[in-house]
Every structure is written in C-alpha cells, then in structure tokens.
C-alpha cells in the first residue's frame, strides 16, 4: 500500500483511470481515497483489519473503496457482483465483515441482506466529500485483502493477503512484463479475481499508466476501443480471446482488415486462469500479429509462472518462475520430479498467501511440512519451460477462467426434493475451457434441465451453471455414486 500511494504521489498529474467516460488522475484517486478512508474511520485512529466488503462495477469507485479501505487499515473484501444473494451472504458471513459499501446501483439489492446481518451499508458517493483525517501507518505485514476462492472443498475459502504480498506479487509481474508509465491497459476482467484486480488494474496503477474499465466484457466494444489505437496492453482469460476471435470472423473483409492493423499499438497480450487452447493462440497471431504470452497463477500465489516477455513464447507452455518465486514439481511418492517427470507444483515466495480466513486446519493443510504451498496443479519441465497437464481433483473445474467446485455444485442439487443423486464434472470445450456438466438421478422422471436451471437461478451465479445435462434412466439408482468422475465424463 505505502509504494502505491508513494507512486501515486509522484504521478499526480498524469491520468490514472478511465472509466465512464470520464477521466480521473492519481491526485483524485489519492484525494478520494483519503476521504473513503477518513469516512471509514469515523471516530477510530485505524480499523485495525476489519473487514470491509464493496460491491460496485469495475470502475473509479470500485479504486478509491480499495484504496480507501487499505488506508484506513482494514481488509477489503470485494464482492461479485454476478452472485446470488446467498453467495454474497456467505462471504459476508465468513469473513464476519462489519461494513459494506456500495455503489448506488447495488444499494436496493444489497440493503435488506445488510440490515438482517447487522451490517452497515454506505453508499460511497455521499462519502467522498468525507474531510480527510490523518490516516495510519500500516505495516506491510497486515492483512490486506480477502478473495474467496473454490477448491477442494464445498464452499468457497477465503484467501488472505498481506500488504507484503500484494506489493510483491505486483512488483514481480511490472518488472517481467516491463510495465511503464507510457502504458495504457483496458480492463474487462471481474474486480474479484486477482486476474483483474492484481495483473491488470494494480500493475497499472504502480506504474503510473492508465487503467480504463469496462464494467463488463462485450466483444465488439473491445474491438471498438482496441480501434482506437491506444492501447498498449491488454490481458484476458482464453474464452475473451476466442470470443474476440468469433467476433473478428463475423466482420466484413475489409473490416477485419481495419480491426487486425489497429493492433499495431499493442506491445504486449496475456493469456492466462485456464490453459490457452493452441488454435485460440494460433489465430490469435494470424489476427493481429501478437503472439499471447501465456501465465500461470492462483488466488493463493499470485502469478507464479511466465512466458518470457522478450524470448521464446512457447505454445502449451507457461515458461519459467517469475523473479522471486520459487518453484517445484513434487510427485505423488513425496520425491521431487526431475526432467520429463510430472508432479504437483509447488510454490514458496513472498507472493504466497498468509492463510485461509479462520480456517487454520485448511490452512495447514495446504502447505508442506517444509513450508511449499501445494497448487493442486500437475505439470512437467519440458526442455526448460513448464507445461501444465492438469489438476490432480476432477472436483475443480475451470469454466470462462472461473475456478468452479463440482462439490458445491452438488450439494445445492442434491437439496432439490426429486434429486437422489447427481455428478457434476467438466467436459473439454475450446470456447469455455470446460463447461460445467451434470449427471443427475431423479426419482421423478418428468423432471427436466429447465427446471433444475431455474431451481438454481437463485442459488449460483451464473458462470457456475450447470450447461449440459444427462439424466441416468439405464443404471440403477445407487450406482452414480459408483462410478468415477473420469468415466462419467463418457456418458456426454
Ligand atoms: C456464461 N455462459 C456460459 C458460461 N458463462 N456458458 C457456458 N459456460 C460458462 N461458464 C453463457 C450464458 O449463459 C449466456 O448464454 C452467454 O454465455 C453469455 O453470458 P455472459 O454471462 O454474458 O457471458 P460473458 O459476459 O460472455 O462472460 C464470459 C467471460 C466471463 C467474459 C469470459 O466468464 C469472465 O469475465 N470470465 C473471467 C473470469 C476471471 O476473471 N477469472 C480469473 C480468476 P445465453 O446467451 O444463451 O444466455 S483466476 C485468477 O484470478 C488466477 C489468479 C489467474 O491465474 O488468473
Ligand atoms: P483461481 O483459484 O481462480 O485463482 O484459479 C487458479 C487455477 O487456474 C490454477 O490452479 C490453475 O488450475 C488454473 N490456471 C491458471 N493459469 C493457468 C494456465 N495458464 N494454464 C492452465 N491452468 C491455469
């Protein structure tokens, strides 16, 4: 937090953010925050890490809450705006957060659950004319921020971040990917997810370039702004890109023509949250002549694995340890993989999380005795570059670069009375990555996909949605529970 207000400082003049339109440098953005952070310490001296949850749109607002919070000591805690009532009420709830503050579009939404959990709402246009107080030193080894994230277990966790990590995980990425003050980078990326609020908006705001944000992605919008001609960055998840790509298809010759020469601006293009498909990388190039730079990271770490930014980009690959990080391949007999052999990658740095909120067990079990988080992803060191093969759960499934539990997923299911049993697994899919399917034992058999879809609306958001459905008439009731994950993977 202090280097990204030091920076700020030294910035003040030059733009910082684009969004509605509108545009915003770093003097506003200190200027507002200080006054986020003033309102949020009321008569306090330091929040002294309450947490402190937002739910408003990529945008100016959603910077000065972020910064605002951090300057005032306490955890922020961003929201998703696409969730449900009850997902938004489980984070909430967990990480015991004592205000929310929101933007005037989610007042009426969020307000009811706000005042039965006890929970002041703020709306953050009535604080931002808050006269600024002194606000605390804090010390980069405090707890910063909370993402929550899926994993191996039903709900979701949340993930803790210092100060520490975040300036590093930050640091590491703008020297890799030689960030500048010259840059100008579009955000169309969810702001709760370290893709966007890490690679993108802070790597930006670090180095005194513009951030401009989209509130959401919308592919001809993108290509619309990419038009323009000033951009110099742009990072995104594969599904944007193949979406991009469709978009670029459906134009005429000679738009294509205009839409492929804007990208000259371009310096650099990052793939990463799920594996980049060769053909989305391939076309990609044909397209625009920029060959993506393919990453790998976790809520829990950060960025941890690159492609160089100024060598080979190899295809499948995602390149070597980012400076800092360290990295290893354990195998499944505890002794650590040697060239050509896969294990599960394992990481140690400054980027590396501090815990999972109030879960000290979970915690604990996902590091080693010695101290290396274990990602739960397996890879192999192929000729010096790293190559991802898979994840060692077929419980987490990657869909649209969101991290999805199948037992979550499950669990909601199996509430609906005319469910016995179900599976949920993630079927291959160059558009999505993987799209989240389920094999459902129902002791109605007038039960449909449109129904359950429905009976869900309110309970997932939509990324975690079910697409495909099968509903297993032909074996016997309780065999779903039988049969592995791997082989109900066959039955679509
Ligand atoms: C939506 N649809 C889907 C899915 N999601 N179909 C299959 N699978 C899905 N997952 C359908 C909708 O039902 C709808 O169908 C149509 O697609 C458009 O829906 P919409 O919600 O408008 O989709 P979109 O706006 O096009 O969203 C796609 C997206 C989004 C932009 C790729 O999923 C997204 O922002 N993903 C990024 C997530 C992210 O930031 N992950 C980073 C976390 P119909 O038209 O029939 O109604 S990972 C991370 O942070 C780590 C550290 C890392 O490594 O980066
Ligand atoms: P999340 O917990 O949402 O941060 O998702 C992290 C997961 O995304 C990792 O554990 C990987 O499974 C996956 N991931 C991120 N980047 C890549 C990549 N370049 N290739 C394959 N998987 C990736």
Redo the contacts with the bound molecule.
Sequence with gaps: MKKLIHNAKHFADRTAILSNEQAYTYQDLLEDSASIASSLLDKHDDLSEDRIAFMVDPSYEYVICQWGIWRAGGIAVPLCTLHPLTSISYVLEDSQVSTLLVSEVYRDFLSPLADKLNIKLVLIQDQIATEAKSLPDIDSSRRAMILYTSGTTNLPKGVVTTHHNIAFQIETLVKAWQWSKEDHILNT??LH????II?VMSCALWSGAICEFFP??DAAAVWQKFESGKLSLYMA?P??YY?LIKYWKEQTEEKKKQLSAACTSFRLMVS??AALPIPVLEEWKAITGIKLLER????EI?MALSNPYDAERRPGHVGHPLPGVQIRLQKENGQLAIDNESGEIQIKGPNVFLEYWKKPEATKESFTTDGWFKSGDVAVLNKGYYQILGRNSVDIIK?????ISALEIESKLLDHPQIEQCGIVGIPDLE?GE??SAAIVRNDPSLNDKEITAWLTTKLP??KMP?KFIFIEDLPKNTLGKVTKNKLKEYF
């Excluded at 997810?193 to 966007?196: A, E, Y």
């Design positions: 990326l969810p997810h370290v893709h966007g690679n959401a992605f998840v599904t944007i979406k990463g949250s790998y990271g976790m809520t950060g869909s649209g670069g969101y991290k999505w799209i989240v939509s990324y697409r």
